[in-house]
T-cell receptor, first 117, second 114 residues
Framework: AQKITQTQPGMFVQEKEAVTLDCTYD???????LFWYKQPSSGEMIFLIY??????QNATEGRYSLNFQKARKSANLVISASQLGDSAMYFC??????????????FGAGTRLAVHP | NAGVTQTPKFQVLKTGQSMTLQCAQD?????MYWYRQDPGMGLRLIYY???????DKGEVPNGYNVSRLNKREFSLRLESAAPSQTSVYFC?????????????FGEGSWLTVV
């Protein structure tokens, strides 16, 4: 069965510092995708970054990068130079491509990030 | 630039009442999803539809039914609402094929069952 685990219920970071949000996953699918979403207090889900299981390089999108360690089944989100507007809930998610996992996007419980000035 | 549109945004139901949450996307996506998010928790998949005419159960399908009316629309129905179904409901869509493709979410529907 597929499973996403985010072990940090809450994180604090000082403005302009970097922060890493942890995500580990479990799947038997040979091909899968990993996503990170941001959910501010307004509630909408905002796509941040995507990593494919066969991608050779770690994904980056502006201040966001994904530290993908396939052997350890981890896909941590790194936010560089934190801003006050980064305060939000962050969700890691996984989607399988084949067999029973196809088209199913499974989410972790989330990590609430608070950025302090 | 509508993307994924959900209605209603807020609804209060009495136990035992029925209602349908509507979702439409204008991006010609094949796959559509319904999730629920309970306070302090991540999203759990209720049902999904890989393409027009097909639907499949997700993690928490009990108490819900869905209809993929056409490629644009994917509705979620609560036949007899229960307080345990108080939650925020998100509809999402994704274009098919490959292991990538961003998933687009609607703004959410806040449902309270009293």
């Amino acid at each position: 069965a597929q499973k996403i685990t985010q072990t940090q219920p809450g994180m604090f970071v000082q403005e302009k510092e970097a922060v890493t949000l942890d995500c580990t996953y479990d799947t038997s699918d040979p091909s899968y995708g990993l996503f990170w979403y941001k959910q501010p207090s307004s509630g909408e889900m905002i796509f941040l970054i995507y990593q494919g299981s066969y991608d050779q390089q770690n994904a980056t999108e502006g201040r966001y990068s994904l530290n993908f360690q396939k052997a350890r089944k981890s896909a941590n989100l790194v936010i560089s130079a934190s801003q006050l507007g980064d305060s939000a809930m962050y969700f890691c998610a996984m989607r399988g491509v084949f067999s029973g996992g196809y088209n199913k996007l499974i989410f972790g419980a989330g990590t609430r990030l608070a950025v302090h000035p | 630039n509508a993307g994924v549109t959900q209605t209603p945004k807020f609804q209060v139901l009495k136990t035992g009442q029925s209602m349908t949450l509507q979702c439409a996307q204008d991006m010609n996506h094949n796959s559509m999803y319904w999730y629920r998010q309970d306070p302090g928790m991540g999203l759990r998949l209720i049902y999904y539809s890989a393409s027009e005419g097909t639907t499949d159960k997700g993690e928490v399908p009990n108490g819900y039914n869905v209809s993929r009316l056409n490629k644009r629309e994917f509705s979620l129905r609560l036949e007899s609402a229960a307080p345990s179904q108080t939650s925020v409901y998100f509809c999402a869509s994704r274009s098919g094929g490959g292991s990538g493709n961003t998933i687009y979410f609607g703004e959410g529907s806040w449902l309270t069952v009293v």
